[in-house]
């Protein structure tokens, strides 16, 4: 009778510890799909802030797309079985998918700087310039593959707008080479002499925990 009891309370506990690590399992698992980030659910979050313009998710999903698309191609030479092995590649110090994700997020600083020091200037695209860019947004809209439509989900005033930017900054870097001949086209980017006197003048404000939760390479393609 005794060994009886001691099989039942041996019993008794092994279930109590079963359950409770099930129950750690589930309580894991829902912090995790809690605490997972949707990208699509934070558009209107900020990712930096130049003085009082703020540059959004939203706007940085059409890098982010068209980064993807460009890498993706190169990825399908690499390994078409396989195409997440060439975004996993290791270069010194750091996967390829975080190489290309530096470069997105220089490109859209840049791209934005620009913009802001164009429109200072009031630099406008002539009509010429503004019916191309109309056929140009109407054009890309309907070239979106479903995946790349799901990510960025863009109105049509929403990607004229972010292609605006990108032409006025254009206008910018042309117009600052008129001023200055001696420029090249290393001196706009990151690192650059005119990109380092034009950053200076504002306040950048980064948010990096944001950006850290993305990931490039998984998002349009």
């Known amino acids: 009778m005794a060994k009886k009891y ?10 109590t510890v079963l359950a409770c690590v099930i129950m ?24 930096f802030s130049i003085d009082e313009f703020d540059f959004t998710l939203k706007d940085a999903s059409y890098y982010i797309m068209l980064m993807e698309a460009n890498v993706h ?26 190489f290309v994700k530096n470069q997105v ?23 010429k310039e503004e019916e191309a860019l109309n056929e ?8 979106l593959t479903s995946k790349q439509m ?30 200055n001949a001696t420029l090249v086209e290393a001196d706009f980017n990151k690192g650059g002499s005119h990109y380092a006197i034009v950053s200076s003048k504002y306040n950048i ?4 925990s944001l950006w850290s939760k993305v990931t490039l390479g998984i998002n349009s393609i």
């Not at 309580?27 to 605490?35: G, P």
């Not at 140009?136 to 070239?143: A, D, P, R, T, Y």
Request: net charge positive; charged share 25%.
């Open 205 to 208: 404000k980064p948010n990096k």
């Open 24 to 47: 750690a399992a589930l309580i894991y698992n829902r912090n995790r799909e809690q605490n997972r980030f949707v990208y699509t659910d934070n558009y209107d979050s900020v990712l």
């Open 150 to 179: 799901a990510f960025t989900n863009f109105n049509f005033k929403e990607l004229y707008d972010i292609l605006y930017r990108i032409e006025i900054a254009k206008l910018y870097t042309a117009y600052a080479h008129n001023e």
């Open 105 to 127: 997020y220089d490109f859209m600083l840049r791209d934005t700087l620009y913009y802001i020091e164009g429109a200072k200037l009031n630099l406008k695209l002539d009509k």
């Open 73 to 98: 191609e190169q990825a399908l030479t690499y390994n078409s079985n396989d195409p997440q092995a060439y975004w996993n590649i290791e270069l010194g110090n750091m996967m390829m998918r975080t």
């Open 6 to 15: 001691k099989n039942i309370i041996y019993l008794v506990c092994a279930l």
């Open 136 to 143: 140009k947004v109407n054009k890309m809209l309907k070239s």
